[in-house]
């Protein structure tokens, strides 16, 4: 296995904690400007460049803190995950979720057979209002969703937050925590239970099946694959 990363456990929350910070002061200025409109002014009349800043914004709540960090520390890739990997390693991982995720939609569909699944809260589809604009949207939007975000996601949550976690508590305690974490900080919270049983199955792929024999450090790239795969077919689906 390899060596500790640079960074401090603790450092963690301090990221974790930033992001917050951010977020709220974003939704704070979001709604600000919703009701008393304070910033037209850096409103574009098309809406591709809208949505190409908002989520510049949300990227930049995710990894300044994490840059305030890590600045002038000795890092390497391994020290999140990235290190050489087969194509044999990156197809399995994507079977291997994908069977995850299809045994958790066939035991939803059975709790779906005497609770409606819309009724339980936190189950509802992911919000995708970039569906209904226009195709430049689309298209800018769908490769940001598919390409953009599962790198991003995965290198922080499964590459920093996991990846630090299981060195100072049970794999199964960091695996919940980052979980929660992931679903959280998406800020979906109408579709919060489906994102935490998401992040499960990707923190299992992370540290179960992109490792083995305890002598494999896990590899972030096969998890970033899947995350990429399972988006494209969910904007497949919901298209």
Do not use: C
């Not at 087969?86 to 994908?98: A, D, F, K, N, V």
């Not at 996991?162 to 305690?173: D, E, G, K, S, W």
């Not at 998401?198 to 494999?216: D, E, P």
């Amino acid at each position: 296995m390899k060596s500790n990363p640079p960074w401090k456990p603790g450092d963690v929350y301090i990221a974790v904690g930033g992001t917050l910070l951010l977020q709220l002061i974003a939704l704070f200025l979001a709604t600000a400007h919703e009701k008393w409109g304070t910033f037209s002014f850096l409103i574009s009349p098309y809406p591709v460049i809208n949505f190409t800043g908002a989520y510049l914004l949300t990227a930049f709540t995710f990894l300044f803190p994490l840059y305030i960090i890590l600045r002038g520390k000795e890092i390497s890739y391994s020290d999140f995950g990235i290190r050489k990997t087969t194509l044999w390693e990156i197809i399995r991982t994507i079977l291997y979720g994908y069977g995850l995720l299809l045994l958790t939609a066939l035991i939803l569909a059975a709790v779906n057979y005497f609770i409606p699944i819309e009724d339980i809260p936190g189950l509802q589809p992911q919000s995708l209002s970039f569906l209904k604009e226009d195709q430049a949207t689309y298209i800018v939007a769908s490769f940001i969703a598919i390409v953009i975000a599962p790198v991003i996601e995965e290198f922080v949550f499964r590459g920093f937050i996991l990846n630090t976690l299981i060195r100072t508590m049970p794999p199964y305690l960091a695996s919940l925590i980052t979980a929660l974490l992931f679903a959280l900080l998406h800020l979906e919270f109408k579709s919060i239970l489906g994102v935490f049983i998401l992040g499960l199955i990707i923190n299992h792929l992370f540290l179960n099946v992109t490792s083995h024999r305890k002598t494999v450090s896990p590899s972030l790239l096969p998890v970033i694959a899947f995350h990429m795969v399972n988006n494209t077919i969910a904007l497949m689906i919901l298209s």
